[in-house]
């Protein structure tokens, strides 16, 4: 991350949030072929198009929000993710596809920012505006139903106020303005409060494997299938990373089959294309 904190006391720290790799000991010659993943990502195509394992169907839900994350819309295939500069991130067997959605002019959408964006975007396109809260690294609580009024928190130090500055709105720009607001003070340990752990068998769309920290990382999923004879499940992992990003559609670097797709008994560790994980790392946003 940059330097876009000013709460002195844990703005250092929110500096490292999302800003380290997985270890190198991770191998990723046995990936398929990113081609080969990329010709069952059509032009124009949602989330939900992504061919799922031999034998394996779709997890079926009737939840809202599972199924917002499975119609997320991608870009063409064989795009490549964007910073918020414009420049291009380099695919070296991390990503499979590039979720289609505006991330902003500034150095803030980056992993936890991407998974709190997710959630809170589908509650306000929505208007579930009462759902959608999140905590500054420092414990204050911000919700959007305030925000929407016209108040805004006023930082001096480590200490938040609300201020009156603005008329209602529920504009998009209002919401933006909202979610950078906490794209800049929350990070992965604020996030990783709020959230509850849950067992891996359990696991549904939506749960995002977390480690809050300095540095931490957070990905969400955004997709799960099962087999139909065996009744083993798979999933699909979405993240951002640092310098703020575009979402991407990750790859499995330790299985050559499944592409997209990881087995829900992965062992003790979870490996993805730049970070490790472990069981433990699951959690859930709470209703």
């Known amino acids: 991350m940059n330097s876009r904190f000013t709460l002195p006391i844990f703005s250092l720290l ?12 991770t191998s990723l010659e046995i990936m398929a072929p990113v081609d080969e993943v990329l010709d069952t990502i059509k032009k124009d195509s949602v989330i939900g198009k992504i061919t799922p394992p031999n034998g394996y169907e779709r997890v079926q839900s009737n939840d809202a929000y599972k199924n917002y994350l499975r119609t997320l819309p991608l870009k063409p295939s064989g795009s490549s993710v964007l910073y918020y500069n414009g420049q291009q991130k380099d695919n070296y ?14 150095d803030l959408h980056q992993c936890a920012d991407a998974v709190m964006r997710l959630r809170a975007e589908h509650l306000w396109k929505t208007k579930q505006y009462k759902k959608i809260h999140f905590k500054y690294t420092n414990g204050f609580n911000v919700p959007y139903s305030k925000w929407r009024l016209g108040y805004r928190v006023k930082v001096k130090g480590n200490k938040c106020t609300w201020v009156k500055t603005a008329d209602t709105s529920d504009s998009y720009t209002t919401y933006w303005k909202y979610m950078e607001a906490i794209f800049n003070y929350a990070g992965t340990m604020s996030l990783s409060k709020e959230l509850k752990k849950v067992d891996r068998d359990s696991m549904q769309i939506g749960d995002v494997f977390i480690q809050g920290g300095f540095p931490g990382h957070a990905i969400v999923v955004v997709d799960m299938a099962v087999n139909t004879e065996t009744k083993k499940k798979v999933f699909m992992l979405a993240q951002s990373y640092m310098p703020a990003q575009e979402l991407q559609v990750l790859m499995n670097p330790n299985d050559s089959n499944n592409g ?4 829900l008994n992965f062992g003790d560790t979870l490996d993805t294309p730049e970070w490790s994980f472990t069981k433990e790392n699951l959690k859930r946003f709470e209703e």
Not at 18 to 25: A, I, L, N, V, Y
Not at 93 to 106: E, F, N, S
Not at 260 to 263: F, G, R, S, V
Request: net charge negative; aromatic share 10%; hydrophobic share 35%.
């Open 93 to 106: 067997d991390v990503y499979a596809a590039v979720v289609d959605l505006p991330i902003g002019k500034r």
């Open 14 to 25: 929110i500096l490292l949030s999302c800003g380290h790799t997985k270890p190198e000991s």
């Open 260 to 263: 997209t797709w990881y087995d």
